[in-house]
């Protein structure tokens, strides 16, 4: 189970046993690659293996082969691989796709499923099975007749992308199980592993990265001329080639530490995995129904010495405001959930509720005890405190104004004539002074902007992420908006339009349903499906803006760019504007139809009590995952931006953001508070004096900036903010970071100009081959037969 218990009579939500990271584990992984319409293939793709199989090997099993004679099998599948019968072809892939799967009818457990897939992966791209695959897949993706009769139809099945699905899956396997590490571990595999993902991140397939190939797929779905490509598959495939070739959270955290020594920066205050990983979740602001049943408690002469609703903010270690009586107190509190909520939406949390004294829980084991248990006062704040230059400068540029009536510029050194307590203070601050890379490379473009000539070429290593990004630059808004696009569809709070993409080609069977359980069953794939995409998506775009913003601020800068022109901003509030404790607690999977378990163990008898149950767990991973990287890639964009900061305000963010606090998971809960408090200072007094919870829960929680008045609206960047200047500045930036490192015109605006005509007209040109065969009709066509003005042409001149 990964949830505690909740004590009896208790009103909290127990915090989640969350652990966050790159992935969930390896067979959730693989079972969400299968759409559960797609459950009968499992033995299709077993007869096809055993149809050609018994041809070569008369009564021994594979596992019973050596590894030379598996070659042999495999080398001659491959070769099957190249005939031009396409069924021939799709049985071949099939029985490929079975050894991939970990021949599953030679197996007992899921173990031993895993272990021979993860054996045969690495035979298979031993011996070349990837290069293989990826030219049918790219056969399949130009066949054009297959595309012009997907458009036609007027419902697209499963049917439809079965050689596509089938590619697809082998080449999802092999990449998830070189990726992942086992305990089985053999030294040749660790270098395979590396082999295939340096190629992967190489421009070795048509000059181009394989995470490229996939990106045209995905637009080519998205502007409706491949309506039968199955999306989920290869936005996983996507997720997972992104994941392997350029490296998880963890890698990115190493990459961020060299490259700060590189630059000869201080290191990292902390590391920011552990403390996230170490936090433990804040309860929840009270919300209006348990107010106003306290308020009637009250009413009835039943008042307690003070609130019954237990607090994880400031509260808690008794830092109580002692003038205000408990009664004014709860009135005032979370004001905004009572006039602000959306909808009139009401959490599950929030209904028949009974407000009593909790008991004293049982004793937990200290590892599980929640937050709100321990009435210890924090040893200290979670986060080191960081200050910028620029606020540096700020602070003595206003000490000076005040003190001396005069400023310095950027001069940061000299303190002459003020006063003892601002020279405590400037060392304060230069003690927390923090230099990111990004500011470092902001600096050096602006030179390499200013000294093109004295400073001469740039070198720039060709990473996988700088491979990738070249590749994806002169499509990049395509990529994002058909990105953009895809989750729209998925979210759960879009309504169904007809001019919306369908993204249930690759789920929905041949024939419709016809039994109530049938129904159900669909229901809940359809659902586990839309789940599954938004995963894919907000892991594969959280990635893409980690990556791009540590190997050059202004990659990450475009990318962002193009998002927030998508309307990102807003599309992520609008998935998170539903009761999204039903959505984290959703049950949309059926435990015995997931591989590998469907394909080891007896399929149970499926009722529709059955389904209507689901697992037993207490959260979905996947959908809490894809929720806290959402909040993650809303706070890239926003942050240090103040005319995105302005539209969370505009799009009435902070109610929204208010009640995903409800989720006590304390990632999630540092990502929702951060959003909440870059602005806060627009949000007006009223407000701050309603949420004071959410305010301690931020002190608490969120990392400080020492000059940073965000709890008090008295800032200077309180003032309101042109969006069109500040975005057009930006936009100008990047434009000539692009033009200057991509731009390869030879010579670009240095280049000598020949002014002379007799040379330039002496100067031959290369032609294409069919110009010289319609030659004489363009000289028809476009001189001879055009009437030429020669008044206008003098006067002109």
């Given at each position: ?634 706070n890239k964009l926003t942050k240090w931006k103040h005319s995105r900061t302005m539209m969370l305000v505009v799009f009435k963010s902070a109610p929204i953001l208010k009640r995903a606090l409800k989720v006590k998971q304390a990632m999630m809960q540092l990502y929702v508070l951060k959003l909440l408090k870059i602005q806060t200072k627009y949000l007006g007094r009223q407000w701050r004096k309603s949420n004071m919870k959410t305010m301690s829960a931020i002190y608490q929680k969120v990392r400080h900036r020492l000059n940073d008045d965000w709890a008090y609206g008295n800032d200077i960047d309180a003032r309101p903010w042109d969006f069109q200047a500040e975005e057009c500045a930006l936009r100008e930036s990047i434009e000539r970071f692009n033009n200057r490192r991509y731009d390869k015109s030879p010579g670009g605006e240095f280049a000598p100009v020949d002014n002379c005509l007799q040379s330039v007209l002496g100067q031959r040109v290369e032609l294409p081959e069919d110009f010289h065969y319609s030659y004489e009709m363009w000289l028809e066509r476009e001189v001879f037969s055009q009437p030429i003005q020669w008044d206008e042409l003098l006067q002109a001149q």
């Amino acid at each position: 189970d990964r949830m505690q218990p909740i004590p009896p009579g208790s009103l909290e939500s127990p915090s989640l046993e969350f652990e966050y990271g790159d992935t969930d584990c390896l067979t959730a992984e693989l079972s969400e690659l299968y759409s559960y319409t797609e459950e009968p293939e499992f033995a299709l793709n077993r007869a096809c293996f055993e149809e050609d199989f018994r041809t070569q090997v008369k009564d021994r099993k594979w596992t019973e082969l050596d590894v030379a004679e598996q070659k042999a099998y495999v080398m001659r599948l491959l070769d099957a691989l190249e005939v031009t019968n396409r069924d021939r072809r799709l049985k071949v892939a099939r029985a490929i796709l079975y050894l991939a799967q970990g021949v599953f009818d030679e197996c007992d457990t899921e173990e031993d499923v895993l272990h021979w897939s993860r054996h045969n992966i690495f035979l298979l791209h031993g011996m070349g099975t990837f290069t293989a695959l990826l030219e049918l897949l790219s056969m399949e993706i130009d066949n054009n007749q297959a595309c012009s009769t997907a458009v036609r139809k007027p419902a697209i099945s499963l049917a439809d992308s079965t050689e596509l699905r089938v590619l697809l899956s082998i080449m999802y396997l092999m990449v998830e199980m070189v990726r992942s590490e086992a305990e089985d571990n053999k030294p040749e595999w660790r270098t395979a592993r590396e082999t295939f993902k340096a190629e992967l991140g190489s421009p070795l397939y048509n000059g181009e990265p394989f995470a490229l190939l996939l990106f045209t797929m995905v637009t080519k779905f998205c502007s409706m001329n491949a309506p039968h490509f199955p999306m989920k598959k290869v936005l996983l495939l996507l997720w997972k080639t992104i994941l392997f070739t350029l490296g998880g959270f963890e890698e990115l955290q190493e990459l961020k530490v060299r490259g700060r020594e590189r630059l000869n920066l201080p290191p990292l205050p902390e590391d920011s995995i552990k403390v996230v990983r170490s936090m433990r979740a804040a309860s929840p602001p009270a919300s209006a129904v348990e107010l106003i049943e306290q308020q009637q408690q009250q009413k009835r002469g039943r008042r307690s010495r003070r609130p019954l609703v237990k607090q994880d903010s400031l509260d808690t270690y008794g830092e109580r405001d002692p003038f205000k009586n408990d009664e004014a107190r709860d009135e005032e509190e979370d004001g905004d959930d009572v006039d602000g909520a959306i909808e009139g939406e009401v959490d599950p949390l929030d209904r028949d509720t009974i407000i009593q004294p909790p008991p004293p829980p049982p004793p937990l084991p200290l590892q599980l005890c929640p937050p709100s248990e321990r009435l210890s006062f924090p040893k200290g704040l979670p986060w080191a405190p960081k200050v910028r230059e620029k606020d540096i400068e700020h602070f003595l540029e206003t000490s000076r104004n005040k003190f001396i009536g005069f400023t310095l510029g950027s001069d940061t050194e000299t303190l002459v004539g003020l006063p003892r307590p601002i020279h405590e203070s400037v060392k304060t601050l230069k003690q927390h002074k923090y230099i990111s890379i990004a500011e470092v490379q902001i600096k050096r473009e602006e030179e390499l902007q200013q000294c093109p000539l004295t400073l001469g070429e740039e070198e720039v290593e060709d990473t996988p992420i700088e491979i990738l990004y070249q590749g994806m630059l002169p499509n990049l808004s395509q990529y994002v908006i058909a990105l953009l696009k895809l989750l729209l569809a998925a979210a759960p709070t879009s309504k169904a339009k007809t001019d919306s993409i369908n993204i249930l080609a690759d789920v929905l069977p041949e024939e419709m349903p016809i039994t109530v359980l049938q129904s159900m069953k669909l229901g809940v794939d359809v659902n586990r499906h839309k789940e599954i995409i938004v995963k894919a998506i907000s892991a594969l775009l959280l990635l893409l803006l980690k990556h791009f913003k540590l190997n050059h601020i202004y990659q990450f800068e475009y990318i962002s760019q193009h998002l927030v022109f998508a309307n990102c901003i807003p599309l992520i509030l609008k998935f998170f504007n539903q009761n999204i404790m039903s959505y984290i607690s959703a049950k949309n999977s059926i435990c015995a139809l997931d591989f590998p378990h469907c394909v080891v163990y007896e399929m149970p008898e499926l009722t529709a009590e059955s389904l209507e149950s689901g697992d037993s767990t207490q959260f979905c991973w996947r959908n809490l995952f894809s929720c806290i990287n959402l909040l993650r890639i809303l706070n890239k964009l926003t942050k240090w931006k103040h005319s995105r900061t302005m539209m969370l305000v505009v799009f009435k963010s902070a109610p929204i953001l208010k009640r995903a606090l409800k989720v006590k998971q304390a990632m999630m809960q540092l990502y929702v508070l951060k959003l909440l408090k870059i602005q806060t200072k627009y949000l007006g007094r009223q407000w701050r004096k309603s949420n004071m919870k959410t305010m301690s829960a931020i002190y608490q929680k969120v990392r400080h900036r020492l000059n940073d008045d965000w709890a008090y609206g008295n800032d200077i960047d309180a003032r309101p903010w042109d969006f069109q200047a500040e975005e057009c500045a930006l936009r100008e930036s990047i434009e000539r970071f692009n033009n200057r490192r991509y731009d390869k015109s030879p010579g670009g605006e240095f280049a000598p100009v020949d002014n002379c005509l007799q040379s330039v007209l002496g100067q031959r040109v290369e032609l294409p081959e069919d110009f010289h065969y319609s030659y004489e009709m363009w000289l028809e066509r476009e001189v001879f037969s055009q009437p030429i003005q020669w008044d206008e042409l003098l006067q002109a001149q």
